[in-house]
Each structure stands twice: as structure tokens, then as C-alpha cells.
């Protein structure tokens, strides 16, 4: 329930960093919101990187759909595919 919670607030920080892209804010506040997309591709990049490096080697890769989810969702989706792949005993 919270997993998808957070995966709806990332829709919406998405939607909002690239409204700024699409139609610029007021001055001052353009450039917080540019560093802002900035710094969140960067980061949700690098945990789509770190997922597929730390993979083992026999293990199943991960598809195209799931390398999106991890880009958009972030550690929303870590944490769903954890749960899926990982199930508690």
C-alpha cells in the first residue's frame, strides 16, 4: 500500500519537474527546479546502474519494463521488486 503511495508521489515530482521543461516557471524558481531534474535523473540513473551491476551472473536479467520502473519509481521499485523476488519467511 505505501509502496504504491510512493510510486503515485513520484508521478507527481516527475510530472512537475518536466512541467518546468515544457512550460518554464518564474525565474528564480526555474533554476531550482532545473538542478532539481537534474540531480533526480542523475540519481535514479545511478540505482538503475547499481541494480544491473550487482545482478548476479546465472540470475534471470531484467527486463526492459522493469529497467523503467526502477528509472521512474526508484527505490519504490527496488522495494516492490525486493518484496516480489524476496519474499519473507
Known sequence: MLINAGRLLMVFVWAFLLL????PFPKPLTYFVNVALFFMTIMHGLQLV??????????AKLSGLTQAK???FGVFELLAWQKKNF???
Not at 20 to 23: Q, R, T
Not at 50 to 56: A, D, G, H, K, N
Open 70 to 72: 526502477i528509472f521512474f
Open 50 to 59: 547499481l541494480m544491473r551491476t550487482t545482478q548476479p551472473q546465472g540470475s
Open 20 to 23: 518546468n521543461v515544457i512550460h
Open 87 to 89: 519474499p519473507k519467511r
